[in-house]
């Protein structure tokens, strides 16, 4: 098993790509994304496998099972699914060694290199001055680059769905006239994490506009495929 200079290895990025882990390690696994091209690269061969499993076992269905609160608490799970992939990646051959994500400077992705001028910003903690951030950000980004194909989607997950929330957050206006103004911008919060506000007993009302069909993992690996620059909002400097 390998483990990255992070300190990540390959059990907890499967146990990231199925959605096993809790926020916390979910946003250390995000930052060695952030960090390591080799660690996009393999998460996104982890998740192109997970996708030809749902297609091999489109009628399956899995029970709700609480999610791991720590690396130690997946341990087992997680061998489970390591041996679910190497399965799949036997009965695929090469292709899933194919399978990369684009690096920011230089790695082929479907033929195309990752792309600066289409952009998820990802935020997972409700500080407000955090989002603040992302949409000023976003706001130059898009008012800079408004003949290049630009395309700027936010992606809140954990705390940050929050900020996306009818009632719960100052930026209703500001989304609003941003998303009305923009149409190459969007915003996403993630399916898991309205779930979880809603087993708590809280009723997520967001934002018009708010897409949330799907979990911010899934989304954000896909688009790492598709060829997006992604970073979060602690490092926006650096785009």
Not at 14 to 27: I, Y
Not at 101 to 117: I, L
Request: charged share 25%.
């Amino acid at each position: 098993m390998k483990t990255y200079d992070t300190g990540l290895d390959d059990l907890t990025l499967n146990a990231f790509v199925d959605g096993q882990l809790d926020p916390e390690m979910e946003r250390v696994v995000m930052t060695g994304m952030q960090n390591d091209p080799e660690i996009r690269e393999h998460v996104c061969k982890l998740r192109r496998a997970k996708d030809w499993m749902r297609t091999g076992f489109a009628d399956v269905r899995s029970d709700d099972r609480p999610l791991p609160k720590s690396k130690a608490q997946f341990g087992r799970l997680g061998t489970g699914i390591a041996a679910s992939f190497m399965a799949i990646a036997i009965g695929t051959g090469g292709a899933i060694l194919g399978y990369t994500c684009a690096d920011r400077e230089s790695v082929m992705v479907a033929g195309q290199q990752q792309d600066p001028m289409r952009v998820v910003l990802h935020i997972d903690d409700s500080d407000p001055a955090h989002f603040e951030t992302v949409l000023d950000y976003a706001e130059k980004f898009l008012e800079e680059n408004r003949s290049r194909g630009t395309q700027v989607e936010v992606v809140a997950n954990s705390g940050g769905v929050n900020l996306l929330r009818s009632g719960a957050s100052p930026f209703e206006d500001r989304v609003r006239n941003l998303s009305e103004q923009y149409s190459n911008l969007h915003f996403i919060a993630c399916m898991n994490s309205l779930r979880n506000l809603r087993r708590q007993g809280i009723d997520p009302v967001m934002f018009k506009g708010v897409h949330s069909g799907a979990t911010a993992v899934d989304h954000i690996v896909q688009r790492l495929h598709d060829g997006w620059t992604y970073q979060k909002i602690d490092n926006l400097e650096d785009i």
